[in-house]
């Protein structure tokens, strides 16, 4: 038997386990209502992490693509790039995997000689986690962008309503009497 075979007979568990330590990386009442609100519309971030770790968790079965698995990776670091998470604790829940697979699967990897492929598995979650900080850097790019843009904006209305703006581009266009 395959790591491989191991990793898909154990799926549920593994997940369940894998969503459990998500989720304690929020305060304990919002874990709790994202564990246990089933409702897609009701509970759409508890929704999209479920969505997203069983598809990263499939890459980490059958090979990481990249196009295959960042919809995945981004349903949930998109979220937890607007949240007060510092970069490793936005990406750290992939290495999490690691701990999980290694707990739940400890007796048969060591019975069965299955470190090499486990090596193997765990170099995929590595790679995921590094398409995941790429994810994760884009999003806050565009937070950054987006709140340059309303600092622009903001800034020239206040100069309109001063009545500044006229006075300031009368002095750049050279109309200034100076």
């Known amino acids: 038997m395959e790591i491989k075979d191991l990793l898909q007979d154990r799926r549920e568990v593994i997940l369940k386990k894998w969503s459990h330590v998500l989720l304690q990386s929020y305060p ?93 598995i765990e170099s995929r979650i590595d790679d995921l986690a590094l398409i995941a900080f790429d994810i994760y850097m884009q999003c806050r790019e565009k937070i950054y962008d987006l709140k340059a843009s309303e600092l622009r904006n903001m800034t020239y209305k206040l100069l309109e309503r001063a009545n500044l703006l006229k006075d300031f581009n009368d002095e750049a266009n050279g109309d200034g009497s100076g």
């Open 28 to 120: 304990e009442e919002t874990s709790r209502f994202f564990r246990k609100e089933k409702d897609p519309f009701a509970n759409p971030v508890g929704s999209a992490f479920m969505e997203g770790i069983s598809g990263i968790y499939r890459s980490v079965l059958n090979g990481v693509d990249r196009d295959e698995v960042s919809p995945f990776l981004d349903r949930i670091i998109r979220i937890r790039a607007v949240q007060d998470f510092t970069p490793s604790e936005a990406i750290g829940f992939l290495f999490l995997l690691k701990k999980v697979i290694r707990e739940e699967l400890f007796n048969e990897i060591s019975q069965k000689g299955l470190k090499e492929e486990l090596y193997v």
